[in-house]
């Protein structure tokens, strides 16, 4: 590469830059996002990650000196030096995110004679590097990252490496595996004076070495593809969040019935069983909204069936569950069975709607079904069929779809590379896509529903990218019934969240092995606080029903399934936080309290908003928690005993008892238990306060199901408590159901203040 700079020019928002061969630029986004752009003789591709409303507006100067070009915004400084170094700083001065200036050491180099001998022991010897780009930046002032999206593992993801590439591989997820279902290439550096973010908007096979391979540096790789990513400034991390979804977007409000509890089993074979799953809910008093219909209610798989035997009269079916507040979520893969007469394999033929091998054939491979083929979701006319196919569903009354095996997954071998799809308009392979394939899926889903059901869409997906908050939910995919996979579902889960993937969940319990009393009885206490909130579990293993583990176990998951519920509003607020500015719902410690050391690394504890935090047990046998609380007063959510923060205790933990605190201050509103959301009325605005300085909550009404809201269908309210003088005021009014009362309870004197 040519060392010095040949020449730059402004260009509106873009700082157009020439090092000999090389062209690249930068622009500017906001006054804290910039944009680095590098030509590497790749085509320009299009991710579908970012937001069509995202402009280029932030205002900047721009001054040359001695070959180096700074680009100063009122929030940032960029500094572009010779080898096309990209630097940048605080508006002070100091450096925040370096370029590395020294070369790259790859470590563990093997001699030919070690390779001879893991090879003779069935390891792989592979030292092969195909990285068509590396950036390779400074190392020495970071702390923690943190996000990177669906990976196995610790919170803060230092000195780790990560690989972006849709996997679904069924084996136990320890924390080395490099990847799983979704790839998201985010991540967040926290320094000690402060943060920012990087995203890189690569649909190609990536490599997000964290500092594994030196303690100088960390680097990001691509296979193919432009060097194209994207600097986010913040003073803390929930400006980064907010930049990131600012760029690739933010989810709209849920239905309410999703943020209550969902039960799920491979498989609930019969309407018989599912109405027998319903009957028993209800008789055991556990709250529940949602059953979900694994893939065993098709006719032989087939995708938008159902089989005419074991749910006969599905329709009517359906509808006698939604007498009794369930709602049915059906599962669909992305592998059409290739069947002649069956209409979606038939009309998917007639308008070449399949990916297909380069010599123009229709691509094949195994699947559920048998043989079959798969939709080219990155063509938009393939969307809207697909889409139009869950008319049907619709008016069956299904609810919601979970999106399965869309990595995509498939029983005969990966997809090759070379496997013909299309972006848009322009024809590309299975290397641009295979990243991208559950994304579109899912927008396809996502507008399907949105114009046959009218309603907010209910989509699940397993596999995903960047940006896909905008059309689904997630789930982790297929862990296990193990202490370990417990452990590991908070981090996950947390930097999934900060990734921009708020409505985020595990299967409760573990999906594969088999979970024992006690382990059922710990992940329901981490669950009823998950945004998503599953059960779900493998044929050939332990059913995991809430009446399977005994009396002790049943009671547990009632009392924190019935917690979740009267939790409703609590995290319906969270949501409408979250469709403003990005900050998720679960969040680690460090989002609120960045100066503690003591929480860079917390795995095991999480907050639910700003005012709740949780630290659940989830080794085995242990009946004591080691609880770490930050600064400010934190009472216990059971005993309403005080504590000042700062400092660790031990708790006292029984198998009933999942640590829980709330924030000294807090206004927290509930509902009341009910079997399923819509099953009372709501009309008294119930709130419980903890004790401490003047408390102000915002809350947010609207009918929890349409996009009214959009059109100023709503209520929000500001409600502000003392301890003796209570106000509340509107925010917004638009919305013609109110509610007559408004009542705060002191938690810790019961006294009751009415409004």
Same mark, same amino acid.
């Not at 592998?335 to 094949?364: A, L, S």
């Not at 006690?518 to 329901?524: C, D, G, K, P, V």
């Not at 009392?559 to 403003?580: A, N, Q, S």
């Given at each position: 590469?040519?060392?010095?700079?040949?020449?730059?020019?402004?260009?509106?928002?873009?700082?157009?830059?020439?090092?000999?061969?090389?062209?690249?630029?930068?622009?500017?986004?906001?006054?804290?996002?910039?944009?680095?752009?590098? =030509?590497?003789?790749?085509?320009?591709?299009?991710?579908?990650?970012?937001?069509?409303?995202?402009?280029?507006?932030?205002?900047?100067?721009?001054?040359?000196?001695?070959?180096?070009?700074?680009?100063?915004?009122?929030?940032?400084?960029?500094?572009?030096?010779?080898?096309?170094?990209?630097?940048?700083?605080?508006?002070?001065?100091?450096?925040?995110?370096?370029?590395?200036?020294?070369?790259?050491?790859?470590? %563990?180099?093997?001699?030919?004679?070690?390779?001879?001998?893991?090879?003779?022991?069935?390891?792989?010897?592979?030292?092969?590097?195909?990285?068509?780009?590396?950036?390779?930046?400074?190392?020495?002032?970071?702390?923690?990252?943190?996000?990177?999206?669906?990976?196995?593992?610790?919170?803060?993801?230092?000195?780790?490496?990560?690989?972006?590439? %849709?996997?679904?591989?069924?084996?136990?997820?320890?924390?080395?595996?490099?990847?799983?279902?979704?790839?998201?290439?985010?991540?967040?550096?926290?320094?000690?004076?402060?943060?920012?973010?990087?995203?890189?908007?690569?649909?190609?096979?990536?490599?997000?070495?964290?500092?594994?391979?030196?303690?100088?540096?960390?680097?990001?790789?691509?296979?193919?593809?432009?060097?194209?990513?994207?600097?986010?400034?913040?003073?803390?991390?929930?400006?980064?969040?907010?930049?990131?979804?600012?760029?690739?977007?933010?989810?709209?409000?849920?239905?309410?019935?999703?943020?209550?509890?969902?039960?799920?089993?491979?498989?609930?074979?019969?309407?018989?069983?599912?109405?027998?799953?319903?009957?028993?809910?209800?008789?055991?008093?556990?709250?529940?909204?949602?059953?979900?219909?694994?893939?065993?209610?098709? =006719?032989? $798989?087939?995708?938008?069936?159902?089989?005419?035997?074991?749910?006969?009269?599905?329709?009517?079916?359906?509808?006698?569950?939604?007498?009794?507040?369930?709602?049915?979520?059906?599962?669909?893969?992305?592998?059409?069975?290739?069947?002649?007469?069956?209409?979606?394999?038939?009309?998917?033929?007639?308008?070449?709607?399949?990916?297909?091998?380069?010599?123009?054939?229709?691509?094949?491979?195994?699947?559920?079904?048998?043989?079959?083929?798969?939709?080219?979701?990155?063509?938009?006319?393939?969307?809207?069929?697909?889409?139009?196919?869950?008319?049907?569903?619709?008016?069956?009354?299904?609810?919601?779809?979970?999106?399965?095996?869309? =990595?995509?997954?498939?029983?005969?071998?990966?997809?090759?590379?070379?496997?013909?799809?299309?972006?848009?308009?322009?024809?590309?392979?299975?290397?641009?896509?295979?990243?991208?394939?559950?994304?579109?899926?899912?927008?396809?889903?996502?507008?399907?529903?949105?114009?046959?059901?009218?309603?907010?869409?209910?989509?699940?997906?397993?596999?995903?990218?960047?940006?896909?908050?905008?059309?689904?939910?997630?789930?982790?995919?297929?862990?296990?019934?193990?202490?370990?996979?417990?452990?590991?579902?908070?981090?996950?889960?947390?930097?999934?969240?900060?990734?921009?993937?708020?409505?985020?969940?595990?299967?409760?319990?573990?999906?594969?092995?088999?979970?024992?009393?006690?382990?059922?009885?710990?992940?329901?206490?981490?669950?009823?606080?998950?945004?998503?909130?599953?059960?779900?579990?493998?044929?050939?293993?332990?059913?995991?029903?809430?009446?399977?583990?005994?009396?002790?176990?049943?009671?547990? $998951?009632?009392?924190?399934?019935?917690?979740?519920?009267?939790?409703?509003?609590?995290? $319906?607020?969270?949501?409408?936080?979250?469709?403003?500015?990005?900050?998720?719902?679960?969040?680690?410690?460090?989002?609120?309290?960045?100066?503690?050391?003591?929480?860079?690394?917390?795995?095991?504890?999480?907050?639910?908003?700003?005012?709740?935090?949780?630290?659940?047990?989830?080794?085995?046998?242990?009946?004591?928690?080691?609880?770490?609380?930050?600064?400010?007063?934190?009472?216990?959510?059971?005993?309403?005993?005080?504590?000042?923060?700062?400092?660790?205790?031990?708790?006292?933990?029984?198998?009933?008892?999942?640590?829980?605190?709330?924030?000294?201050?807090?206004?927290?509103?509930?509902?009341?238990?009910?079997?399923?959301?819509?099953?009372?009325?709501?009309?008294?605005?119930?709130?419980?306060?903890?004790?401490?300085?003047?408390?102000?909550?915002?809350?947010?009404?609207?009918?929890?199901?349409?996009?009214?809201?959009?059109?100023?269908?709503?209520?929000?309210?500001?409600?502000?408590?003392?301890?003796?003088?209570?106000?509340?005021?509107?925010?917004?009014?638009?919305?013609?159901?109110?509610?007559?009362?408004?009542?705060?309870? %002191?938690?810790?004197?019961?006294?009751?203040?009415?409004?």
């Amino acid at each position: 590469m040519e060392k010095n700079l040949l020449k730059y020019m402004i260009q509106e928002q873009k700082v157009l830059l020439e090092y000999g061969n090389v062209k690249g630029y930068l622009e500017i986004i906001t006054d804290e996002i910039a944009r680095v752009y590098i =030509e590497t003789g790749s085509e320009i591709i299009q991710t579908g990650a970012l937001c069509d409303d995202v402009f280029p507006s932030g205002s900047f100067e721009v001054k040359e000196q001695d070959g180096v070009i700074c680009i100063s915004t009122p929030k940032m400084i960029i500094k572009v030096r010779d080898e096309l170094k990209i630097d940048f700083y605080d508006t002070d001065g100091n450096i925040v995110c370096k370029d590395f200036d020294g070369k790259r050491t790859q470590k %563990n180099r093997l001699s030919e004679l070690d390779k001879a001998l893991l090879e003779q022991e069935g390891h792989s010897a592979s030292e092969e590097e195909e990285y068509h780009y590396t950036v390779i930046k400074d190392l020495q002032n970071i702390k923690a990252f943190y996000g990177l999206g669906d990976k196995t593992g610790y919170l803060n993801k230092k000195g780790y490496m990560y690989e972006m590439w %849709n996997t679904d591989n069924p084996d136990p997820q320890l924390e080395n595996f490099k990847a799983l279902y979704k790839s998201i290439p985010f991540l967040i550096a926290l320094t000690d004076t402060s943060c920012y973010g990087l995203y890189f908007d690569t649909s190609y096979h990536s490599y997000f070495d964290m500092g594994s391979e030196s303690d100088e540096y960390y680097y990001i790789a691509a296979e193919a593809g432009n060097i194209d990513y994207y600097y986010i400034a913040g003073e803390n991390i929930s400006d980064v969040i907010t930049g990131y979804t600012y760029l690739t977007g933010r989810m709209t409000l849920p239905q309410l019935f999703a943020l209550g509890y969902h039960q799920s089993r491979w498989s609930y074979a019969s309407k018989n069983e599912v109405r027998e799953i319903a009957d028993n809910m209800r008789k055991n008093r556990i709250p529940c909204d949602v059953i979900h219909f694994d893939i065993d209610y098709m =006719e032989n $798989y087939k995708v938008f069936t159902f089989d005419d035997k074991r749910f006969e009269n599905a329709d009517e079916f359906i509808r006698d569950l939604a007498k009794d507040g369930f709602k049915v979520v059906t599962i669909i893969d992305p592998g059409v069975k290739k069947e002649e007469g069956y209409y979606v394999y038939e009309e998917g033929i007639k308008n070449g709607y399949f990916v297909k091998n380069p010599d123009g054939t229709v691509y094949e491979n195994e699947v559920w079904p048998g043989e079959s083929v798969f939709p080219d979701f990155g063509n938009e006319d393939v969307r809207k069929w697909w889409g139009g196919l869950h008319e049907k569903l619709v008016n069956k009354g299904v609810r919601g779809i979970w999106n399965d095996m869309n =990595e995509p997954a498939s029983f005969k071998g990966p997809l090759p590379d070379n496997i013909v799809f299309r972006n848009g308009d322009r024809k590309t392979s299975h290397k641009e896509m295979h990243n991208l394939y559950g994304h579109y899926m899912a927008k396809a889903t996502y507008e399907g529903m949105k114009k046959y059901d009218k309603r907010r869409p209910f989509v699940i997906t397993r596999a995903c990218f960047a940006g896909s908050q905008k059309y689904t939910t997630a789930w982790t995919g297929d862990n296990h019934s193990l202490w370990v996979h417990l452990q590991m579902a908070i981090p996950q889960l947390l930097n999934l969240s900060m990734s921009g993937m708020a409505f985020v969940g595990t299967d409760i319990g573990g999906f594969g092995s088999d979970a024992t009393a006690e382990l059922m009885a710990r992940w329901i206490q981490v669950g009823c606080f998950s945004p998503l909130f599953r059960n779900h579990s493998a044929m050939g293993t332990k059913y995991q029903e809430p009446w399977r583990f005994g009396k002790e176990v049943l009671d547990i $998951y009632r009392k924190y399934v019935e917690l979740r519920y009267t939790l409703i509003p609590y995290f $319906y607020d969270l949501f409408h936080e979250c469709e403003k500015t990005g900050i998720p719902v679960l969040r680690p410690l460090i989002l609120h309290y960045s100066n503690d050391k003591e929480v860079v690394n917390m795995n095991d504890e999480f907050m639910v908003g700003e005012n709740i935090l949780v630290s659940p047990v989830v080794n085995q046998g242990q009946t004591k928690k080691l609880v770490y609380l930050p600064e400010g007063k934190w009472y216990d959510y059971f005993t309403k005993e005080l504590y000042e923060g700062g400092q660790y205790i031990i708790k006292d933990s029984p198998l009933d008892t999942c640590p829980i605190f709330v924030k000294a201050g807090s206004l927290i509103p509930k509902y009341p238990v009910m079997q399923y959301i819509g099953e009372k009325v709501i009309d008294t605005l119930e709130l419980d306060y903890y004790p401490g300085e003047k408390a102000e909550y915002i809350h947010y009404l609207d009918d929890g199901e349409s996009f009214d809201y959009l059109e100023g269908k709503y209520n929000c309210y500001r409600i502000s408590y003392d301890g003796e003088n209570a106000v509340k005021e509107y925010i917004h009014k638009g919305f013609e159901r109110d509610y007559k009362d408004c009542i705060i309870k %002191n938690t810790c004197t019961g006294v009751v203040k009415t409004l």
